[in-house]
């Protein structure tokens, strides 16, 4: 069956690292997004990473893939207040259909 | 250029009444895309278009929703009749996906509904 799984909370200070993790089932997905969401708004597509990948960099956001544990996490270097929002990890489910699966979102807090 | 457009912001309505969301994509994008968000949740596809065709609506309610794409451009969401349970921020994404290699989801801002 297809479900992604997040931890609800995270919180850190401001200029430590910040790392986000998620697990998925569907090991037939092709691609895995992090989406950042902010109050009151519509979701941001931060990065994603093709499934043949263990790992993708872009500026302070790092993405590790470990597709035997189908575990992802995204790492936030130099985490700052701007960064506090509900992270969302997705895989794309079906080839097909383009669906996109969603966990249940990380809630970032950053503290000064 | 400009971004997923969605209208209203905010809707409040009874049980029972019945309601509507607009969608304006990002242009020359041919798949659309309605998710539903409960608070605490991720978003959940409801209904996916290419041009005016339904790719997926294997989660959507059809006993009250409905959604509409009629001239491959803008679409519209409706719920008749509503429920509590459908209080949620409903979002539409847009893509230029047409099969095959995945393309960016592109979010609006969302309807944020409140059932009585």
């Known amino acids: 069956g297809e479900d992604v799984e997040q931890s609800l909370f995270l919180s850190v200070r401001e200029g430590d690292s910040s790392v986000i993790n998620c697990t998925y089932t569907d090991s037939s997905s092709t691609y895995l997004y992090w989406y950042k969401q902010e109050p009151g708004a519509g979701l941001q597509l931060l990065t994603y990473i093709f499934s043949n990948m263990d790992m993708k960099q872009d500026q302070r956001l790092t993405v590790l893939l470990n597709k035997k544990d189908k575990h992802l996490s995204l790492r936030i270097a130099d985490t700052q207040t701007g960064d506090s929002a509900i992270y969302f990890c997705?895989?794309?489910?079906?080839?097909?259909?383009?669906?996109?699966?969603f966990g249940t979102g990380t809630r970032l807090q950053v503290f000064p | 250029e400009a971004g997923v457009a969605q209208s209203p912001r905010y809707k409040i309505i009874e049980k029972r009444q019945s309601v509507a969301f607009w969608c304006n994509p990002i242009s020359g994008h041919a798949t659309l895309y309605w998710y539903q968000q409960i608070l605490g949740q991720g978003p959940k596809l409801l209904i996916q278009?290419?041009?005016?065709?339904?790719?997926?609506d294997s989660q959507l309610p059809k006993d009250r929703f409905s959604a509409e794409r009629l001239k491959g451009v803008d679409s519209t969401l409706k719920i008749q009749p509503a429920k509590l349970e459908d209080s949620a921020v409903y979002l539409c994404?847009?893509?230029?996906?047409?099969?095959?290699?995945?393309?960016?989801?592109?979010f609006g801002p969302g309807t944020r509904l409140l059932v009585l």
């Open positions: 278009f290419q041009n005016n065709g339904v790719v997926d």
């Open positions: 997705a895989e794309s489910a079906s080839y097909n259909t383009d669906k996109l699966i």
């Open positions: 994404a847009s893509s230029s996906w047409t099969g095959g290699v995945k393309e960016t989801q592109y």
